[in-house]
Nanobody, 125 residues
Framework: QVELVESGGGTVQAGGSLRLRCTASTRPLSDFFVGWFRRIPGKEREFVAA????????YYGDPVKGRSTISRDNDKSTVDLQLDSLKPEDTAVYYC??????????????????WGQGTQVLVSS
């Protein structure tokens, strides 16, 4: 089974930045179309961002559009999510997700085959 692992979470003041990283345990992350979802306490899990295999295409959910950047380095088999201008409402557990293949806009949970354990981001006011 493929396990995705997130790192880089933590506590930051509003207006600050964090960079989250995703890696894969048993296969190169370059094998996957990769995305990020987040679960805000008391809310449904929501789409954050995604990136194609080569990195040529990126996608962003409305709540973080303009404040986040997803990138990948296939030589290092890593995917990074840069979060800027963080707001208290960005407080959530952020999950890295991977797909063997996707169809359509990649913002739905069922499109992904592998999920990480999540990393906590807490933005203080």
């Amino acid at each position: 089974q493929v396990e995705l692992v997130e790192s880089g979470g933590g506590t930051v003041q509003a207006g600050g930045s964090l960079r989250l990283r995703c890696t894969a345990s048993t296969r190169p992350l370059s094998d996957f179309f990769v995305g990020w979802f987040r679960r805000i306490p008391g809310k449904e899990r929501e789409f954050v961002a995604a990136i194609s295999w080569s990195g040529s295409s990126t996608y962003y959910g409305d709540p973080v559009k303009g404040r986040s950047t997803i990138s990948r380095d296939n030589d290092k088999s890593t995917v990074d999510l840069q979060l800027d201008s963080l707001k208290p409402e960005d407080t959530a557990v952020y999950y890295c997700v991977g797909a063997d293949g996707t169809y359509g806009y990649p913002n739905e949970e069922h499109q992904y085959d592998y999920w990480g354990q999540g990393t906590q981001v807490l933005v203080s006011s």
